[in-house]
């Protein structure tokens, strides 16, 4: 079993769709959870962690589920701009932060 | 405030050949993390550098090395390339305390023809 998982995709969604994607882990003892946000053949870029008791930036909101392992992101509005790969990470627990990413998920949003 | 910055951008070499990418992270940060990013997949970790030393090692054969110099700046190296070697290699920059959120570079592809 992979150590996050994520479905690629890709989901193709209208302007104005809400979306949510998820994140699956396999180490309970996992620290820190965030979601980064890849364009074609750019860099990963922050774009949000996420809290035990979940938080928001402007549309985007990040749920985590320790008992479930699992990891959320919604995304409400959805704007073209939006279409990117989004890419779940997980940190190790050696106390060292190894981030551990997912696959991606792809997201089309269509006008 | 400078980023973290990679270079070349981009490079093609032969099997067999070395190469060595370079990583300036971002200001004021002191911890330095490399991944190889192949196509269609997340970046997969090969090792992190902190106070000029390799901290932790993914599961990457010795091929692969690298080095933290006293400004923080990394080199990675790659001995006896493979074709299977060819991919994005991001370089990540953090604190080694604090939120340890890691700021990516804009990588280096590289082609093993």
């Known amino acids: 079993r992979k150590e996050v998982e994520q479905d690629p995709g890709p989901f193709n969604v209208p302007e104005g769709a809400t979306v949510a994607f ?6 309970s003892a996992s620290q820190s959870f965030f979601w980064y946000r890849q364009d074609c053949r750019k860099e990963p870029k922050l774009l949000m962690s996420v809290y035990s008791s979940g938080n928001e930036d402007g549309r985007f909101t990040a749920q985590l589920n320790r008992a479930s392992q699992y990891i959320s992101l919604l995304i409400r509005d959805s704007k073209l701009s939006d279409s990117a790969t989004y890419l779940c990470v997980v940190t190790s627990t050696s106390g060292t932060y190894k981030y551990i990413f997912g696959t991606g998920t792809r997201l089309k949003v269509l006008a | ?13 032969t099997r067999g050949q070395q190469v060595t990418l370079r990583c300036s992270p971002k200001s004021g940060h002191d911890t330095v993390s490399w991944y190889q990013q192949a196509l269609g997949q997340g970046p997969q970790f090969i090792f992190q550098y902190y106070e000029e030393e390799e901290r932790q090692r993914g599961n990457f054969p010795d091929r692969f090395s690298g080095h ?15 074709l299977g070697d060819s991919a994005l290699y991001l ?9 340890y959120e890691q700021y990516f570079g804009p990588g280096t592809r590289l082609t093993v023809t």
Request: aromatic share 6%; glycine share 4%; hydrophobic share 30%.
């Open chain 1, 22 to 27: 998820n994140c699956t882990y396999s180490n």
């Open chain 2, 1 to 13: 405030d400078a980023g973290v910055t990679q270079s070349p951008t981009h490079l093609i070499k």
């Open chain 2, 68 to 82: 933290q110099f006293p400004n923080y700046s990394s080199e990675l190296n790659v001995n006896a390339l493979l």
């Open chain 2, 91 to 99: 370089c990540a920059s953090s604190l080694s305390r604090g939120s």
